[in-house]
């Protein structure tokens, strides 16, 4: 829907929808936003929110300097603001420089009127974070949660066949050697797989609930890397199941991070209600 009312705006020159795109970081909101301006034609640039606040008293120049070029790309363009709640956080909070006060209401004074050319993609983690005046400039609000079982499968069978399938078609080792042509004279070796099939993905699928996107991209890399310690190469049930129980180990040590720092930030807010 999101990628037809783009599509639909270059067509018919109506204006630009902003949006914000809040989840668990891993969950595809960058990926997203980079496949919507592939599909739609339009460029893309990213800012950092974390980045603004460096730039202390120049940051409001810079900012209408990044939205004057963006208005004058001829086909349009995708903004991605990442980590948002780092600079469009509410202002009404007393820990907030002029500054960055000045910055956030430029932002929302660029973004007051309809942009025929520039939409501006918000994503964060906390959207509650953000200032009330920028919930409003929002159209359209997507969230990104946590892969299903049906979809972490999927996507333990896509990263498989990316990462740990050699090629065999004429064609796809002749796309492989295109991207790696030191592997024509380096001898590079290809990995393979054994006793690997649908029932051991199915099991893995259902014992990575919890995981993000990204850190099952990261365990099938993982699993790339130990097979290449072995001799031949080969991936096998036993490889896998290793790397998957140190993927728990550290999945629940970050799970401990979050807790942790959450009861820090409610201690805190608890004792700002005390004073």
Not at 38 to 44: K, N, V
Not at 46 to 56: N, Q, R, T, Y
Not at 62 to 79: H, K, P, T
Not at 225 to 230: M, S
Request: glycine content about 6%; some cysteine.
């Amino acid at each position: 829907e999101i990628s037809y009312a783009v599509l639909n705006r270059k067509k018919h020159f109506a204006p630009c929808k902003n949006m914000m795109f809040y989840g668990p970081p891993g969950t595809g909101k960058t990926l997203f936003a980079k496949k919507l301006a592939i599909q739609s034609g339009l460029e893309y640039a990213v800012m950092v929110g974390s980045d603004i606040a460096p730039l202390g008293p120049v940051a409001v120049q810079e900012l209408n300097n990044l939205f004057d070029w963006a208005d004058s790309q001829r086909d349009g363009m995708i903004l991605f603001i990442d980590e948002a709640d780092a600079f469009l956080r509410n202002r009404k909070g007393g820990d907030m420089s002029e500054y960055m006060r000045h910055t956030i209401n430029s932002f929302l004074y660029r973004t007051g009127t309809p942009s025929e050319k520039v939409v501006i993609v918000l994503a964060t983690n906390s959207p509650e974070q953000l200032d009330e005046a920028v919930h409003d400039r929002i159209d359209e609000v997507v969230g990104f949660g946590l892969p299903s079982k049906p979809e972490r499968q999927t996507m333990l069978f896509h990263y498989l066949v990316k990462y740990c399938t050699p090629p065999t078609s004429f064609n796809e080792k002749l796309n492989f050697y295109w991207k790696y042509p030191r592997a024509l004279y380096a001898g590079k070796k290809l990995i393979r797989m054994e006793g690997v099939d649908r029932e051991l993905i199915e099991r893995i699928a259902e014992e990575t609930e919890g995981f993000s996107g990204r850190e099952i991209t990261k365990m099938v890399v993982a699993w790339h890397d130990a097979a290449f310690t072995l001799p031949d190469a080969i991936l096998t049930p036993e490889v896998m199941l290793n790397v998957l129980h140190k993927f728990h180990l550290q999945h629940k040590l970050k799970e401990t991070w979050t807790r942790e720092e959450a009861l820090i930030f409610e201690k805190l807010l608890d004792m700002g209600q005390m004073e």
